[in-house]
């Protein structure tokens, strides 16, 4: 809308308003990573060694799927917090990207961030189920590293008697 001398009458927001906006959104963000970093401290000491991922967002297009999930993983060889968007539908293949938490875009955070519950107990119920294959193969690796040893044994001991005395 314009006044009879063409001027418009939109009122333009205050420049102090939005500096002082920009100001708590950036210390609230910054509140929100020094939390991650306390979260991916703790899970550090966990020495956990698995990767969970949990849903945060689905969209749907005609064509075209994108999932984001909030997950724990090793990315670029560091252990922590991360987000993680596939997009399905435009290539043959997914298109897949990954970000440690810091780094994600603002939105994906404040999504992910509302789900670090949900995170926790899929590394909890992930680790049980890890520990419990490991547990099996432990037992199945023990049996078969007792009977290797005790052909190697048997097979020293042949080749032993065989080598100082000329026969077996």
């Not at 002082?20 to 929100?32: D, F, G, Q, V, Y």
């Not at 990767?51 to 967002?57: F, G, K, S, Y």
């Not at 899929?122 to 023990?142: F, G, H, P, S």
């Amino acid at each position: 809308m314009t006044t009879p001398s063409g001027q418009s009458t939109r009122r333009i927001p205050s420049l102090d308003g939005l500096s002082s906006t920009a100001k708590i959104l950036t210390e609230a963000s910054r509140k929100l990573t020094s939390a991650i970093e306390k979260l991916n401290a703790a899970f550090k000491k966990l020495n956990l060694g698995i990767t969970a991922w949990v849903p945060t967002q689905t969209l749907m297009g005609v064509h075209v799927t994108e999932y984001e999930e909030i997950g724990y993983a090793r990315y670029k060889g560091t252990w922590g917090i991360c987000i993680r968007q596939t997009i399905e539908g435009h290539d043959p293949e997914p298109e897949e990207t990954i970000w440690h938490f810091d780094d994600a875009p603002r939105d994906m955070r404040i999504r992910g961030a509302e789900h670090l519950y949900e995170l926790v107990a899929k590394l909890d119920e992930i680790a049980k189920e890890t520990t419990q294959k490991i547990t099996e193969r432990v037992t199945d690796t023990e049996e078969l590293a007792t009977t290797i040893d005790a052909i190697a044994n048997d097979a020293r001991g042949k080749a032993k008697l065989y080598v100082k005395g000329g026969q077996q």
